[in-house]
């Protein structure tokens, strides 16, 4: 019993670490979107808009988390149950809060504490038991167990009281109003009514968050307060919510669960995105290219239309017709390194080989400008591979290896990568610091199993 609850209180400290089950969603539009929204929170918060990254974990759970450093996850289920972008600003305010105040680094500190509690309650309950009474061993011990588990949630509860607190100063300050926070909480109260967990100072006890109920009565008294609390949303903010959303529902939900929420009586933008990819997923392309092209004649110059009907054209078998929606959406979207990625796959499905030197570029680019795409490095491995450059379609294969968690494939890419390249050359250095990461990650797992 003893080692069970120790083991629960080390595994609330672990739990705010992402699994590495979970999916990252990216998708270029989502992501300028949480840039756009968050900027302002994160210089209220005393950050640099640069540093602070929001990613989208596909997880049907109302929730988003930090994990150390300064960034955000938000789960798919949370965009799937909000209704504004002021909710999901609310949200991300709070988060900022432990990121500024370091929450996820320090949680160690809060199970130090409960973990000498628990160690204590053994010891003493050990000389309880060697003394001869063993009934009152065992009621240290689980008594120390749940003292040690109780001082663990209250310091939790302590770092949520205070994110949300620091959550409601980015906002003011930002000049956001903060009835957003006040709506998502009132639908995690409702989320737990119906849970049926209850309102109750015993359920505060056992915790890791304040209850609902309180903070919402803590935010209202600051938020109504403040000059923002009447502070229009802003238009754009909310419209492309909307789109994201849509996108978002069209990508996870079943399609029939889509064709529901967005019947085709329905002519709105959302409604031609989720379709699109409702229609996409059934295998239906002809009909996902046609919701496409509404929303590109809707507005021509959208680079997300366009990526979008390039990567239906694209998945549909026909990378031909895609090269030319693609290549305006790169250039549409300040060549946004996402969308170059898929550009260049389809200039490497063609199968022709006169594109095969506009597809290294274009790749090259994207990996230079965004170190979160695995799918971009396996494209350029592709294109050296197909030109005869096995050395750097080896470091290409190497430096995708590190990005999904496979150390010991990154170490055999990278000698095969150096011994094909020229000593001391830049990309031979590279190769030469991967073997380095990747032998470094195989004695740590090395120790962990140990």
Known sequence: MARIALALILSLVIAVRPAAAQSVLRDAETEAFFREISEPLVRAAGLQPDNVEIVLIGDSAINAFTAGGQTVYINSGLIEEASTANEVQGVIAHELGHVEGGHAMRGADGAAEAQGISIGSLLLGALAAVAGAGDAAAGIMMAGQRAALGKYLAYTRVQESVADA?????????????????????????????????????????????????????????????????????????????????????????????????????????????RAYAWHKSAYPQKAAAEAEKLIASDPDDPYFKELYGQILLESGKPDQALEPLREAVAGSDNNPLIAALFG???????????????????????????????????????????????????????????????????????????????YSPDWLRAQDIRLIAEAQLEDDEKRRR
Request: hydrophobic share 35%; proline share 6%.
């Open 166 to 274: 620091s959550g409601a100063r980015y906002l003011s300050a930002a000049g956001i109003s903060g009835r957003g926070s006040i709506d998502f909480f009132k639908k995690l109260q409702s989320y737990e009514f119906r849970l049926g967990i209850p309102q109750d100072d015993d359920q505060a006890f056992v915790s890791s968050h304040p209850l609902s109920g309180d903070r919402i009565q803590y935010l209202r008294d600051t938020y109504s307060k403040d000059p923002a609390w009447d502070a229009p949303l802003n238009p754009k903010w909310e419209s492309d919510f909307k789109r994201v959303k849509a996108k978002l529902m069209g990508y996870i939900a079943r399609p029939e669960d889509t064709m529901r929420d967005y019947p085709e009586s329905n002519q709105s933008i959302p409604a031609h995105y989720a």
């Open 345 to 423: 796959h389809a200039l490497v499905a063609t199968e022709d080989r006169a594109n095969l030197p506009e597809a290294e570029r274009v790749l090259k680019s994207a990996v230079v400008r965004d170190n979160r795409n695995p799918f971009a490095w396996y494209q350029l491995g592709v294109v050296y591979e197909q030109r005869g450059d096995e050395a750097r379609a080896a470091l290409a294969s190497a430096e995708r290896d590190l990005m999904t968690g496979e150390p010991d494939l990154a170490l055999r890419h990278s000698d095969r990568a150096m011994s094909g390249l020229a000593d």
